[in-house]
């Protein structure tokens, strides 16, 4: 019996063979496609995703550990008393989407990417004993990823200790304080 060697073979490979190749190729490249394009997006989502809530936890704790020592604090949504005496302030920035914080010197500060969309601080009462009252400050915090259109809300509250007299029933998106 005869073996004829393919690899000298004058003959070649046929069209049939060259395009069922190709299509075995086409076929391979585009599952490894849709499998690295789904990846990609996963991974793209999900970095926005953690980008957000990472900012939003950050101006959570900034906001905690700023105002549970202050002496004096309001609520309020008038921007014409920002930078007034010795105040601090913490609000959204609306035209930059930005949580920004001045001192009394009156430097700005940015404390997050333009990412929140709401803020919402309110004062609340917490009945510690039949004689005493603490007051929190209650605040919500609302953002949105620009890459899955996905809203997030974080909502947390604040131990007021120095504060001994009711602060009011305020809402608003400015915090104005004092620190001891």
């Not at 849709?34 to 953690?50: C, D």
């Not at 809530?53 to 609520?75: C, K």
């Not at 940015?110 to 609340?124: E, G, K, W, Y």
């Amino acid at each position: 019996m005869y073996k004829k060697n393919v690899l000298k073979s004058k003959y070649g490979f046929s069209l049939i063979e060259v395009m069922l190749a190709l299509s075995i190729l086409g076929i391979v490249l585009a599952v490894g496609y849709s499998f690295f394009f789904f990846g990609s997006n996963s991974f793209r989502i999900g970095g926005a995703q953690s980008n957000l809530q990472r900012d939003m936890r950050l101006v959570s704790d900034y906001i905690t550990r700023e105002v549970r020592y202050a002496v004096d604090i309001e609520i309020t949504n008038d921007t014409a008393v920002l930078n007034e005496g010795d105040y601090h302030y913490i609000y959204l920035d609306s035209s930059s989407s930005t949580i920004k914080y001045i001192d009394p010197a009156g430097n700005v500060t940015l404390r997050t990417d333009p990412v929140i969309d709401n803020v919402t601080f309110s004062f609340a009462t917490v009945s510690v004993s039949d004689t005493k009252e603490n007051y929190l400050l209650v605040f919500s915090i609302e953002g949105s990823s620009s890459v899955n259109n996905n809203i997030y809300v974080l909502e947390s509250d604040v131990m007021l200790n120095n504060i001994s007299a009711e602060p009011g029933n305020n809402v608003g998106s400015i915090l104005r304080y004092k620190k001891p």
